[in-house]
């Protein structure tokens, strides 16, 4: 029986123009046991049937995933030096496009703000990205497991074993980089902790490729192409060109899995899918409004709203760009124009439905699928 996303109970600011007081308001609570569970209530699937052939592709990506595998502790060069506010002072100089001290700033906390300011911000911003990416690794990494245990097809499942050992070494090599390299760590952002509490607790094998394999995926991929083109750090360039090829392999898996089984759905339940689809892309807006970094800067509500205002070209540009994977998978998903074009008109609503025919808007390096 078909059970309504959760995400879709929770919903806190649907809509073409996010209320970020709202969104900046809700925040986390770290547990003191250091341990957070979700019930899953998904069921187990085996299968008897191994023949290979099937799914050529799946084969074919399964074998290229054997193939690409790296290790994380002697594949990279760690003893690379990281001074990180010599890091924050290049990435700025080299990203004045990305540097919110050039924008309107009159009237808010950030007027008065000195060049140590800027960079304890600089810094403090490079541990909750870091973080954030740390954590959603460790999100694919149960995720995946997840798909192993309840994907009805062998193809898959070998796959699927492939990027559990690949969300690991992800998990590992942001762990290390953060202790290593940088100066601290930030709890999970609260919009992406329950986005992937959504992910895991809806039974759907489904849901948890279109939440994890597309969704999250997607944009990780993205951010992790800005992040190459932007960095002027050369160990944290290699590090996201080797996790951008395996990320690319899996958006791929989840578009060729997900491509024959949604060709099945009726249109209802291909209404849910994007429902879902939808309402992950506000929880991954959300979170980019890091209001975890403005508690810990004391910067009030309102200063923050002002310098993560979508009305400003450079966080609209940014915001969108991130969300360039997505929609191209999506369109071949047919999730894009089925019920009438419900998901099409909420990605136009969010200024993001440009890209749907864009295959590699930011010249990914080497991630071909």
Same mark, same amino acid.
């Given at each position: 029986m078909a059970t309504k996303p959760l995400l879709a109970q929770r919903r806190s600011s649907l809509g073409s123009v996010p209320d970020l007081e709202a969104i900046l308001s809700t925040v986390g609570s770290e547990e003191p046991t250091g341990v957070h569970r979700v019930s899953n209530p998904a069921v187990t699937e085996f299968t008897w049937d191994y023949r290979k052939g099937a799914r050529p592709q799946l084969d074919a990506l399964y074998e290229k995933a054997k193939r690409a595998q790296w290790n994380a502790q002697t594949d990279l060069p760690w003893d690379t030096p990281v001074d990180q506010e010599a890091v924050v002072a290049a990435n700025s100089a080299a990203n004045p496009h990305l540097d919110l001290r050039n924008s309107d700033l009159s009237g808010t906390t950030f007027r008065h703000w000195s060049d140590a300011d800027w960079l304890r911000f600089g810094i403090e911003y490079q541990n909750w990205m870091l973080s954030q990416f740390m954590h959603g690794e460790q999100g694919a990494l149960v995720c995946t497991a997840k798909i192993v245990e309840t994907v009805p097809w062998i193809d898959a *499942?070998?796959?699927?074993?492939?990027?559990?050992? +690949?969300?690991?070494? #992800?998990?590992?090599?942001?762990?290390?980089?953060?202790?290593? *390299?940088?100066?601290?760590?930030?709890?999970?952002?609260?919009?992406?902790?329950?986005?992937?509490?959504?992910?895991?607790? $809806?039974?759907? &094998?489904?849901? !948890?490729?279109?939440? @994890?394999?597309?969704?999250? %995926?997607?944009?990780?991929?993205?951010?992790?192409?800005?992040? #190459?083109?932007?960095?002027?750090?050369?160990?944290? *360039?290699?590090?996201?060109?080797?996790?951008?090829? +395996?990320?690319?392999?899996?958006?791929?898996?989840?578009?060729?899995?997900?491509?024959?089984?949604?060709?099945?759905?009726?249109?209802?339940?291909?209404?849910?899918?994007?429902?879902?689809?939808?309402?992950?892309?506000?929880? @991954?807006?959300?979170?980019?409004?890091?209001?975890?970094? &403005?508690?810990?800067? %004391?910067?009030?509500?309102? $200063?923050? @709203? !002002?310098?993560?205002?979508? %009305?400003?070209?450079?966080?609209?540009?940014?915001?969108?760009?991130?969300?360039s994977r997505l929609v191209p998978s999506l369109k071949r998903l047919g999730l894009l124009d089925a019920a009438d074009g419900w998901l099409r008109a909420r990605f136009t609503e969010m200024g993001v439905i440009a890209y749907e025919s864009v295959e590699d808007p930011l010249t990914l390096p080497n991630t071909g699928w």
């Open positions: *499942k070998y796959y699927a074993a492939t990027q559990v050992l +690949d969300e690991a070494r #992800h998990v590992e090599v942001f762990s290390r980089y953060l202790d290593e *390299k940088l100066s601290g760590h930030y709890p999970i952002n609260a919009h992406l902790s329950s986005l992937l509490d959504d992910i895991i607790a $809806d039974p759907r &094998w489904d849901i !948890t490729y279109l939440g @994890m394999q597309i969704m999250v %995926e997607g944009l990780a991929l993205a951010a992790f192409g800005l992040i #190459h083109q932007t960095t002027q750090e050369p160990l944290l *360039k290699q590090i996201v060109r080797s996790i951008m090829a +395996d990320e690319a392999r899996h958006v791929a898996f989840g578009v060729l899995s997900l491509e024959e089984f949604y060709a099945g759905l009726s249109a209802a339940e291909l209404r849910e899918r994007q429902e879902f689809a939808y309402e992950a892309a506000v929880r @991954m807006r959300e979170r980019l409004a890091m209001q975890e970094v &403005w508690e810990r800067l %004391e910067v009030p509500i309102a $200063d923050a @709203m !002002t310098v993560l205002s979508l %009305e400003r070209p450079e966080r609209r540009l940014f915001h969108s760009l991130l969300f």
